[in-house]
């Protein structure tokens, strides 16, 4: 079992910064790969990026590529998105997801097992 705790939403001008941060229980975490989904009002919850169990590798949706960069500390059970150059259309809430295949990275919100409540971020423009 797996718990989740995201922060670090909040409101920003378009073209400002935040880290998202989530904040895993258990020993097992590095077990996991990790993932970030977003769900804006009235749409479908969408792939942002994804990160193997040990960092080495990661994958991030066009929409956010370049832009956002996903890393984790094993150390300290955490998992982190950082966004830099934020659009107005990157508002949404952002969960983050955890995933029992270790060295694969998951685009489909079915093959995670656990999720974060969520943390909203809003980018004004």
């Known amino acids: 079992q797996v718990q989740l705790v995201e922060s670090g939403g909040g409101l920003v001008q378009a073209g400002g910064s935040l880290r998202l941060s989530c904040a895993a229980s258990?020993?097992?975490?590095?077990?996991?790969?990790m993932g970030w989904f977003r769900q804006a009002p009235g749409k479908e919850r969408e792939f942002v990026a994804a990160?193997?169990?040990?960092?080495?590798?990661?994958h991030y949706a066009d929409s956010v590529k370049g832009r956002f960069t996903i890393s984790r500390d094993n150390a300290k059970n955490t998992v982190y998105l950082q966004m830099n150059s934020l659009k107005p259309e990157d508002t949404a809430v952002y969960y983050c997801?955890?995933?029992?295949?270790?060295?694969?990275?998951?685009?489909?919100?079915?093959?995670?097992?656990?999720w974060g409540q969520g943390t909203q971020v809003t980018v004004s423009s």
């Open positions: 990160i193997t169990w040990s960092g080495g590798n990661t």
């Open positions: 258990g020993r097992t975490f590095r077990l996991y790969s």
């Open positions: 997801a955890a995933s029992g295949s270790s060295w694969s990275l998951q685009v489909s919100a079915y093959d995670y097992d656990y």
